[in-house]
Nanobody
Framework: QVQLVESGGGLVQAGDSLRLSCRAS????????MGWFRQAPGQERAFVAA????????VYAESVKGRFTISRDNAKNTVYLQMDSLKPEDTAVYYC???????????????????WGQGTQVTVSS
């Protein structure tokens, strides 16, 4: 009953910024914890960032900490990932995900999330 659509990906140079958006439809996600994951070819889908239902708690993978910022606007049913100082190793398909568990436990695991978007490609050239 929740559909997620990512947007904002593209091709940028190292050091540039991108802002990804994930809009939910069908139901509002004000009571959902949300996460961003990414997957490069041949790699496992990896945790990037998560935000709890209220937006009061955020967590980040060590590889993006200090460069990426996750936020949400529940009135717009949208979660964002602001990506600054992009590096070539950030190149991947980025997915947003939602879970109704909403206890902000095991947010780093793909198995926690009930709903997934189709992904948006981010390519960072050197």
């Amino acid at each position: 009953q929740v559909q997620l659509v990512e947007s904002g990906g593209g091709l940028v140079q190292a050091g540039d910024s991108l802002r990804l958006s994930c809009r939910a439809s069908g139901r509002t996600f004000s009571n959902y914890d949300m996460g961003w994951f990414r997957q490069a070819p041949g790699q496992e889908r990896a945790f990037v960032a998560a935000i709890n239902w209220s937006g009061g708690n955020t967590v980040y993978a060590e590889s993006v900490k200090g460069r990426f910022t996750i936020s949400r606007d529940n009135a717009k049913n949208t979660v964002y990932l602001q990506m600054d100082s992009l590096k070539p190793e950030d190149t991947a398909v980025y997915y947003c995900a939602a879970t109704s568990t909403a206890n902000f436990v095991n947010y780093y695991s793909t198995y926690v999330y009930e709903y997934w978007g189709q992904g948006t490609q981010v390519t960072v050239s050197s």
